[in-house]
């Protein structure tokens, strides 16, 4: 019988179940979910795998505490770390998670070593950037997501706003994941009419605030992040990869010149497909976008030196 894709989550919690879930009904390849917590990953595979009579689906999920067990993913999904808890400064955050991704990429560069990564922990920026250097992976093949949550954040509200479809509203959000990324004006529409010509700038830049505190705002009624729109943007990724569908995404992606950027990840419009990160799309910006553009990636390059500063201490 042909060997059946596999994508392997690195972390049971909420938004790799999401995902995985996701992946599960669309019958995209088999499914491993690890998790340092002992039954924590058993458990939801079982459940998950239990559903498949109902619905008619015919692939392995299995569970387990092994990281060897995601040995020849194809796609690997990484949100496991800590978030950030009450009286925790950043670099407490960033040393953490960066000595998890460490641990991590290891694991991956032994066992998965042909993997496509997709990173979902935070701070997504430096966490991605920490991956793809203890993996030593092509940049094709190590993204991050943020850019496709943070995109259907602000065609949300903008849909909420006017009244229609989301399906009618086009927006891309790019830059660092955090409170200065960057909505694209020019690039957003409603039924294809500029956006600017629908919504008056005060309202808009509201709205755009919103935007940037989305992840906050559930965080502050729910107590815990975000989950099933984080899980449903990274299945987007996965989805996009598995089926070489090569759809133009928003990603964290490692930038090599373009946008005037080397060196460094940044959220980019990109091409996904069965060879990862195909290819950067380059846009135009106005003036005000290049410089909320490079200003973001500024705060991106301060976050990757704290890294560093935390992990050579």
């Known amino acids: 019988m042909p060997k059946r894709n596999k994508i392997a989550f690195v972390g049971a919690g909420n938004v790799g179940a999401t995902c995985a879930h996701l992946c599960f009904l669309r019958s995209l390849g088999d499914i491993v979910l690890y998790d340092i917590i002992e039954g924590l990953p058993e458990g939801k595979a079982l459940d998950m795998l239990e559903s498949a009579p109902v619905l008619g689906i015919d692939v392995k999920v299995t569970g387990s505490t092994k990281i060897r067990d995601i040995a020849g993913a194809d796609c690997i999904v990484v949100t496991s770390g800590s978030p950030r808890k009450p009286g925790m400064s950043r670099d407490d955050l960033l040393k953490i998670n960066a000595g998890v991704m460490s641990n991590v990429g290891a694991a991956i560069k032994e066992v998965a070593p042909e993997a496509f990564v997709i990173v979902v922990t935070n701070p997504l920026d430096a966490m991605v950037t920490q991956i793809k250097r203890v993996t030593g992976f092509p940049k094709r093949r190590v993204a991050g997501q943020a850019g496709v949550l943070d995109s259907a954040r602000y065609r949300t509200f903008l849909a909420s706003e006017l009244g229609v479809s989301v399906d009618s509203v086009k927006a891309m959000v790019l ?40 992840g906050a705002e559930i965080v502050n009624l729910m107590k815990t992040s975000s989950y099933y729109a984080a899980g449903t943007a990274v299945y987007r990724m996965v989805e996009s990869f598995m089926l070489d569908k090569k759809e133009v995404l928003p990603a964290a992606a490692y930038l090599e010149g373009e946008y005037g950027v080397r060196g460094l990840y940044a959220g980019v419009p990109v091409v996904i497909g069965g060879g990862g990160v195909e290819k950067v799309i380059e846009i135009d910006l106005t003036a005000a976008e290049k410089k909320a553009f490079e200003s973001s990636v500024g705060h991106v390059r301060e976050l990757i030196e704290a890294m560093d500063k935390v992990l050579s201490a």
């Open 175 to 214: 830059g660092g994941h955090g409170d200065d990324m960057v909505p694209v004006r020019s690039y957003t529409t409603c039924g294809g009419v500029p956006i600017e010509r629908l919504i008056d700038a005060k309202r808009l830049e509201e709205i755009e605030t919103r935007t940037r505190n989305g």
